[in-house]
Nanobody, 128 residues
Framework: QVQLAESGGGLVQAGGSLRLSCAAS????????MGWFRQAPGKEREFVAA????????HYADSVKGRFTISRDNAKNTVYLQMNSLKPEDTAVYYC?????????????????????WGQGTQVTVSS
């Protein structure tokens, strides 16, 4: 059974940076695309970023494009989300997730239902 554990969340002032990590265990991490989602209070969980199994392609929500960077280290079974120029509207619980499909090449239209395993989430709070 795949287990995902996020870390790195916290409280940061607007304009600051955080780096989230998601450590995977119990599966073949290197064969699956990974994604980051977030959920703010009273809102639906929304897509943030995705990366192919090889790390060769990435995809971002328009709201974070140019500020966030997703990356992965398959040797460490870990996916990262570097978040720069943070805004108060980035405040949310951030979740990492693993694709249901092995070695998916097209990540441009991935959505919630494409991911089969989820972490517990890490809180990110951006103060103004």
């Amino acid at each position: 059974q795949v287990q995902l554990a996020e870390s790195g969340g916290g409280l940061v002032q607007a304009g600051g940076s955080l780096r989230l990590s998601c450590a995977a265990s119990g599966g073949t991490f290197a064969s699956y695309a990974m994604g980051w989602f977030r959920q703010a209070p009273g809102k639906e969980r929304e897509f943030v970023a995705a990366i192919t199994w090889s790390g060769g392609n990435t995809h971002y929500a328009d709201s974070v494009k140019g500020r966030f960077t997703i990356s992965r280290d398959n040797a460490k079974n870990t996916v990262y989300l570097q978040m720069n120029s943070l805004k108060p509207e980035d405040t949310a619980v951030y979740y990492c997730a693993q694709d249901r499909v092995r070695m998916r090449m097209s990540i441009w239209t991935m959505r919630f239902s494409d991911f089969g395993f989820w972490g517990q989430g890490t809180q990110v709070t951006v103060s103004s």
